[in-house]
């Protein structure tokens, strides 16, 4: 059973930092390419950061562009979110995914998801 597990959320002040983690377990972690996705109450869901299964290529929207860095160890099945330099709007619940193709993930596609965890940046 496929399993992506989510931590680091929390409450920050803008211009804070959080760094949130993402477990996988259950799956070939090597062979995915891993992404970061976000979701703010009323609004769709948005794609966030996305790295390829060779730590090679990386990919972000420029709403988050200089601020957020994605990176993975795969000894440790792990992706993680850098977030630099938040703003009250970066507030959302973030989740992670994979995909053996990193341009589903671009596409705001997945083969598994996360539940989630929810970034709160106040003003």
């Known amino acids: 059973q496929v399993q992506l597990v989510e931590s680091g959320g929390g409450l920050v002040q803008a211009g804070g930092s959080l760094r949130l983690s993402c477990a996988a377990s259950g799956l070939t972690f090597g062979a995915y390419a891993m992404g970061w996705f976000r979701q703010a109450p009323g609004k769709e869901r948005e794609f966030v950061a996305a790295i390829s299964r060779n730590n090679l290529t990386t990919n972000y929207p420029d709403s988050v562009k200089g601020r957020f860095t994605i990176s993975r160890d795969n000894a440790k099945n792990t992706v993680y979110l850098q977030m630099n330099s938040l703003k009250p709007e970066d507030t959302a619940v973030y989740y992670c995914?994979?995909?053996?193709?990193?341009?589903?993930?671009?596409?705001?596609?997945?083969?598994?998801w996360g539940q989630g965890t929810q970034v709160t940046v106040s003003s």
């Open positions: 995914a994979s995909d053996l193709v990193i341009s589903d993930l671009l596409g705001r596609r997945g083969d598994y």
